[in-house]
């Protein structure tokens, strides 16, 4: 900015007086103006890298409980027959870096859990042959998947966290 009061001053010098509070203030006025976009400019990106941020945590999030939802009661349906790809998708669950993706995968994973726990016997084994039946119930990763995409999968809606058996298409 130095420079630049200097290079006006000389010319004023050059051209008189009177030019040279004109020419300073025009100078200093640019200058101004070019910091407070700048400003602007760098609020504004910052503002916009934080929703984005935030918009991307809740569709991990969402994608998560879909995924603990499914897990969970295709480890059911499949007989608990491979507990070594549950154990694997948990692991995965809780290698997320920002927890609260991780706390949205157990939530899913303990809403299937609680609501299998109130069914009697009868209901559970009714209602995991009527999976079985729509989902597949030989292969853990094929249920999953299968389960997952009828609750949502990779979808932004339903745009809920809230996850249960009714979430399950008829």
């Not at 200058?31 to 976009?37: C, M």
């Not at 597949?136 to 249960?164: H, M, Q």
């Amino acid at each position: 900015m130095m420079w630049v009061a200097e290079t006006a001053e000389a010319g004023a010098r050059a051209v008189g007086s009177a030019v040279v509070s004109g020419t300073a203030a025009t100078v200093a006025a640019v200058a101004l103006g070019t910091v407070v976009g700048t400003a602007a400019v760098t609020i504004a990106v910052a503002k916009v890298v934080n929703w984005a941020e935030e918009e991307g945590v809740h569709r991990a999030q969402l994608l998560a409980v879909r995924d603990g939802f499914a897990a969970r009661l295709a480890f059911d349906v499949t007989g608990r027959k491979q507990p070594g790809e549950l154990k694997a998708r948990i692991a995965e669950w809780n290698a997320f870096a920002d927890k609260r993706v991780t706390a949205c995968a157990i939530a899913g994973y303990n809403a299937v859990e609680d609501e299998l726990a109130r069914l009697s016997e009868a209901d559970l084994k009714a209602l995991l042959n009527d999976l079985g039946a729509r989902f597949g119930s030989s292969d853990f990763s094929e249920t999953k998947t299968a389960i997952f995409r009828a609750v949502g999968g990779w979808d932004k809606e339903p745009d809920t966290l809230t996850i249960g058996l009714a979430s399950l298409p008829r």
